[in-house]
């Protein structure tokens, strides 16, 4: 189904789409990322925006199966789109935050409080989220008590070779710079990401990313926001863009093995609000990972 019929179905539903990307769907998703920002469109930030669903890659059974849920409880009118099916592209709704009444008990709190236990998953299905991944947290209050991640897609091989070392982290980049809610950055990370893929010159790229790297830098909001650990990954991500673009080694994506064992420690009593940014901070690429 093409784009202009789609419009038809819902034309302001359809100006936010929601994007959800499989394990091997990077390639579509930035593809659908461009086409989006060359209309000006800016993506759902939940299925409860829109009645389009835009579905990147080929999910594996388990992400397919959520992504169906989400489906279901699109409103209408609704439609289901692949990359591909978008012209100009290459190649009650559920909340995604989903809390279940019958899982909650009680427990104390660091204070000897009695407070509900909540079971949160957090994934696969969410806005600016590791296509693939699932956290689910064990809350008291708005505090982690534990957090178990589970990787229910995988595989298609990395798109982020070495060679695109740069656009990898002007993506992690621009993730992160979304979730916490600075979508100018965000945005201007993705372009820059996208010339880099696109084939401009380091040089040229250099000197455009130099005054973009300052800002997010100096940036007292973000840096009280983003504090200790995911401050420190992302002045990281900043320097080695920077390494990148002038030919320099870079620090190769964690494992997902490393990832899998450091984002459980890195939660635990984390709150609530800072568990996205945590998560975005580490940005973990399933597509790397094996099938099976």
Known sequence: MGLRRSLGLGRLAARRPFVVSA??????????ERALRGRR??????PAETGMLVVCGNPGPALAEAIDVVWRDMPEPRVRVSATDLEGVAGGPRPALDLDADMAGRADDRDGLKLDVLHVPLGPVLSYWPAGLRVDLT????????AEVT?????????WTRERQAAS?????????????????????????????TGAADDVLGRRFAPFARQVGRS????????GFV???LDGWLRDVGAALEGRPVQPRETWDETAAALPVLLRGAELAAARLAVASLDPDLGAVADG
């Open 23 to 32: 394990a091997d769907g990077t390639r579509d998703r930035l593809a659908v």
């Open 220 to 227: 007292r909001a973000l840096a009280w926001m983003t504090r």
């Open 231 to 233: 401050k420190e990954r």
């Open 139 to 146: 809350l008291q209050g708005d505090v982690v008590q534990e």
């Open 151 to 159: 990787a229910v897609d995988s595989g298609g091989g990395t798109f």
């Open 41 to 46: 469109w800016r993506p759902a930030l939940s």
């Open 169 to 197: 982290r002007l993506d992690s980049l621009s993730r992160l710079l979304h979730v916490a809610g600075w979508e100018a950055a965000g945005e201007r990370a993705a372009v820059l990401r996208d010339d880099a893929l």
